[in-house]
């Protein structure tokens, strides 16, 4: 019985796995065929949701498809999350993170207030407001992914968060590597908390980085930017629930649910994964074995999420998203232009005072 229930998902998922696969070539072709980058700094996500709200929209998609979409974009999604816990390595982080962790903080809560207090002026969808805030001080698209089961967002509302967060993560990711040689004078961790925490996607801060380290020579920034920005991926742990809970504490109220209810499990199985990483690379630290285990995890988990926003798009209709307007984009502007310019000041005060 489970197994014919199953079949029914079969083809939506392979057709998520397919444009998967397209977005791949894309990517390719693009960032590295034609720009003649080393790794592409275009996301290979962004080209899958692209290339899905264009078929999405084009094409009629079949019923058939549709419960394994579904699948894709809920089920696959969080088990691509989970497997992104294997990325991270806490431990290596002790160096920069007495630097970079107050700075991440101070940046995520300035975010959060901004909007906060934009969303009074510029009225916007409470789900979307959600979506685009945790995108914009966390992790991007992962971020906005990982929040929008828990607020129960839909289709429309998450296409539309994650083009805001790629548009901007896209603008930033091109502008900031030579604002910041120029503004922190070649600082290389100046330069590298700077990227890692002013940009949104975890993509584009390598991609960032990637360039000014191809421009400006300085491997250091690609190191500082990466670290910074997998400890800010980290908060991920704490948003998540803290969102969930915000934005149900009113049915709380009224239907009585407990916190337990409305707790993204799934994100307990990020934090393990995490764990899991730092106990095998104890116990296992010269086995080949491991580290291929290692590779085939964080692989997978870029393949799981690819599916998931592929899905996401196909899933669009852009007739909903032209009818929520300009607004939420002005939010978005307002979102990049606050977290880079809190970054700069907190590094000009905290970091060139304190450190």
Not at 8 to 17: E, Y
Not at 119 to 130: E, F, G, S, V
Not at 245 to 262: A, D, M, P, T, W
């Amino acid at each position: 019985m489970f197994f014919k229930n199953f079949l029914v998902f079969i083809p939506g998922i392979i057709l998520a796995f397919v444009l998967y696969s397209l977005s791949q070539g894309f990517n390719n072709i693009i960032g590295i065929e034609l720009l003649g980058y080393s790794k592409s700094p275009i996301s290979t996500a962004m080209i899958a949701i692209l290339l899905g709200i264009f078929f999405g929209n084009f094409f009629k998609i079949r019923e058939s498809f549709q419960k394994g979409l579904d699948f894709s974009r809920d089920y696959i999604l969080k088990l691509g999350i989970i497997c992104l816990g294997i990325q991270l390595k806490p431990f290596e982080f002790l160096e920069f993170g007495k630097i970079a962790i107050p700075l991440i903080i101070i940046c995520i809560i300035s975010v959060l207030i901004v909007i906060k207090l934009i969303i009074k002026k510029i009225q916007i969808p409470t789900r979307m407001a959600y979506l685009i805030s945790i995108g914009s001080c966390v992790c991007g698209t992962t971020a906005i992914m990982a929040t929008a089961p828990v607020i129960k967002a839909n289709k429309s509302e998450i296409s539309y968060a994650i083009a805001n967060i790629t548009l901007f993560g896209i603008l930033s990711m091109l502008l900031y590597p030579y604002f910041s040689n120029f503004y922190f004078e070649g600082n290389s961790l100046f330069t590298g908390l700077f990227l890692g925490t002013a940009i949104h996607e975890t993509s584009q801060v390598a991609a960032a980085s990637l360039i000014y380290d191809q421009q400006y020579n300085s491997p250091e920034t690609l190191n500082i930017a990466t670290v910074t920005k997998l400890l800010r991926n980290t908060f991920l742990i704490v948003m998540v629930p803290l969102f969930a809970f915000l934005y149900n504490r009113g049915q709380l109220e009224e239907k009585g649910y407990s916190v337990l209810s409305i707790f993204p499990y799934f994100i307990l199985g990020f934090v393990g994964m995490i764990i899991l990483r730092n106990i095998g690379d104890e116990v296992f630290s010269t086995n080949n074995q491991w580290t291929e285990i290692i590779i085939f995890i964080k692989a997978s988990s870029k393949v799981f999420l690819t599916m998931a926003m592929a899905a996401i798009g196909l899933s669009t209709n852009l007739k909903d998203i032209r009818n929520m307007g300009y607004k939420p984009f002005i939010v978005g502007f307002t979102a990049m232009l606050t977290v880079g310019i809190i970054s700069i000041v907190t590094i000009e005060t905290y970091i060139k005072f304190f450190i």
